[in-house]
């Protein structure tokens, strides 16, 4: 089966400009998760989708940061306006369930200059 | 505070042998842990997960032991190949009803040839 693809993969914006990532589940994937990875850490949950519901959130910084999934399907995360330390590896990830194993796409790596 | 944590950040291998990267968690409660590989310039990728309610389980070459008694899980990978040299994380399902994964900081293995 088709893994989960992001794009683009890479991407360099100056500060205060926006910037937006685009992911597309694996296919019958319920469940949709933003994350972020810094340098050499672990990805770090930004948002998770039931279906087209937002249902965790909580570590979404709202004030830049916006997501959406219009028809429970591709999502969309986007930064306006991007700051330096938004420079990160943006994950996406997808599973059958809440509770089943995730499945990550290959990351948009965003560089702020 | 609760922490995901792995013991040594790095660990080099020779290859053909046994290799075991061990994780230590905090929360008593958490009942779903995960394995995950991640190769420069990719996304994690989804070895091996374990519940609670299990011991020991075993996939192709990998073996992750869970020891609730004291909040240690480990992976064990048997006859090391160079493609496996990469970073590995663990991480645990924390909260209940409101799935999320915590990823640990990760294990960067070497696979000497």
């Known amino acids: 089966e088709a893994g989960v693809v992001q794009s683009p993969r890479y991407k360099i914006i100056e500060k205060k400009q926006p910037v937006a990532f685009w992911c597309n589940p694996i296919s019958g994937h319920n469940t949709l998760y933003w994350y972020r990875q810094n340098l050499g850490q672990g990805p770090e949950l930004l948002i998770r989708y039931e279906n087209e519901e937002a249902v965790d959130d909580s570590q979404l910084p709202k004030d830049r940061f916006s997501a959406e999934r219009l028809k429970g399907v591709d999502s969309t995360l986007k930064i306006q306006p991007a700051e330096l330390g938004d420079s990160a590896v943006y994950l996406c990830?997808?599973?059958?369930?809440?509770?089943?194993?995730?499945?990550f796409g290959d990351g948009t790596r965003l560089s702020i200059l | 505070g609760e922490s995901v944590g792995l013991h040594l950040p790095t660990l080099s291998v020779q290859e053909g042998d046994n290799s075991i990267i061990n994780c230590a968690y905090s929360?008593?409660?958490?009942?779903?842990f995960i394995w995950y590989k991640q190769e420069s310039g990719k996304g994690p990728q989804f070895i091996i997960d374990i519940r609670s309610n299990m011991d020991k389980r075993q996939g192709q070459r990998v073996t992750v032991l869970l020891n609730k008694t004291v909040k240690h899980l480990s992976l064990q990978i048997a006859a090391t190949q160079p493609g496996d040299s990469a970073v590995y994380f663990c991480a645990e399902n924390r909260n209940f009803g409101n799935e999320k994964l915590t990823f640990g900081t990760g294990t960067r293995l070497t696979i000497i040839p």
């Open positions: 990830a997808s599973s059958l369930a809440p509770n089943q194993p995730q499945h």
């Open positions: 929360n008593s409660a958490s009942d779903y």
